[in-house]
């Protein structure tokens, strides 16, 4: 019989901004769930990252207000062993997700954008915050928080269902 994944990934362009961000956010989330959902791992990934660089200063002052760390976190590319992990993938933005289906084949059947079940009348993106002042990353981080109960009520329907 073959395992379950157990992987939740979040990408972005750099590791350093939104999907750090979505990555606290969705396991700070899934923490407060019950079990198999509180069982999930969340992992962050850059299309265009390298390894090891810090999360942007302005990320982590945005989740410091809510009491989430990123100070220990460190910049990893997409790879194609964290892709099979994957039980789903969430980008920040179509163009992500379309590098992803360019350059790695075997992805899981679940690739969605980090908004996308919030509705039509929500843009289903997030836009980059990097190089911006602080309340560009505030602003991200709000719509990121926005998203979370969408994204537990479609993980609870897929994974336990």
């Given at each position: 019989m073959r395992t379950k994944r157990k992987l939740i990934l979040t990408i972005c362009t750099g590791n350093i901004c939104r999907s750090?961000?979505?990555e606290k956010l969705l396991q700070h989330a899934l923490a407060a769930q019950d079990a198999p959902l509180n069982q999930l791992q969340v992992a962050s990934a850059g299309v265009a990252a390298g390894y090891g660089d810090p999360a942007s200063a302005n990320s982590v002052a945005a989740l410091k207000k809510v009491q989430l760390d990123l100070t220990s976190h460190k910049?990893?590319?997409v790879t194609d062993d964290l892709i099979k992990e994957a039980f789903v993938i969430f980008g920040m933005t179509q163009s992500h997700l379309d590098i992803l289906r360019?350059?790695?084949h075997d992805l899981p059947e679940r690739v969605h954008l980090f908004r996308e079940f919030m509705g039509?009348?929500?843009d289903p993106e997030i836009p980059d915050p990097y190089g911006q002042n602080y309340a560009a990353y505030a602003a991200c981080f709000d719509s990121m928080a926005e998203?979370?109960?969408s994204l537990i009520t479609y993980l609870k329907n897929e994974y336990t269902g």
């Open positions: 750090p961000m979505a910049s990893q590319p360019h350059y790695h039509p009348e929500h998203a979370i109960p």
